[in-house]
């Protein structure tokens, strides 16, 4: 089955830096979905994006699907921003999805 | 308001017993996952139903069982025959929208076995 590699594995920023989240997978994908998942455990939507770029307020995330990965940008980071960050992907629109390991985020004061 | 609801929240499980997660959706998606996630790690599919009366095995179908008698509803048994049960369980429907298939999580279930 597709492999997804997420980098790096953690991350540790002081409030206000920037950051960027890496997903790479071993086959081409006509899903791909970025979420986090907060300190309670819910995964929350942040990125539908299997090709190009998208933004919302200060994250974004770019694909390129061609060469198999997929960046998740985080600015001016803030404490809220903790938490567990995955990448998710499937080969066919209505395959299930396959998940990395997750990039664990922590923004300190 | 649309969404997924998992229930319980939490659940002891003893050795030896079954128990039932519930996964109940009012979104009208068709498709419907359960995954389970142990500490520090990623999500691996348990099972999933891609529409009514039909589901299929996942990665670590072993231990557990499903059903899906209607659109809104996919409960997931961990049975006896799990030997380690212990972890966050999560269920997902997923969009059939035009120009978006991405998955919609409910809150999860964390059980224990006691």
């Known amino acids: 089955g597709i492999q997804v590699e997420q980098s790096p594995p953690d991350l540790i920023l002081q409030e206000g830096a920037n950051s960027t989240l890496r997903c790479n997978f071993s086959?081409?994908?006509?899903?791909l979905q970025w979420f986090h998942q907060n300190p309670w455990g819910q995964l929350i939507n942040l990125f539908y994006?299997?090709?190009g770029t998208k933004q919302n307020g200060r994250l974004s995330a770019t694909t390129v699907a061609t060469e198999r990965y997929s960046l998740l940008y985080i600015s001016s980071s803030q404490t809220t921003d903790s938490g567990v960050y995955f990448c998710a992907v499937g080969r066919l629109l209505r395959d299930d999805m396959r998940f990395g390991a997750g990039t664990r985020l922590t923004v300190k004061p | 308001d649309g969404g997924i609801t998992q229930s319980p929240k939490y659940l002891f499980r003893k050795e030896g017993q079954n128990v039932t997660l519930s996964c109940e959706q009012n979104l009208n998606h068709d498709a419907m996952y359960w995954y389970r996630q142990d500490p520090g790690q990623g999500l691996r599919l348990i099972y999933y139903s891609q529409i009514v009366n039909d589901f299929q095995k996942g990665d670590i179908a072993e231990g557990y069982s499903v059903s899906r008698e209607k659109k809104e509803s996919f409960p997931l048994t961990v049975t006896s025959a799990q030997k380690n049960p212990t972890a966050f369980y999560l269920c997902?429907?997923?969009?059939?929208?035009?120009?978006?298939?991405?998955?919609?999580f409910g809150s999860g279930t964390r059980l224990t076995v006691v």
């Open positions: 086959d081409s994908v006509n899903n």
């Open positions: 997902a429907t997923r969009s059939e929208t035009t120009g978006h298939y991405g998955y919609t």
């Open positions: 994006i299997p090709s």
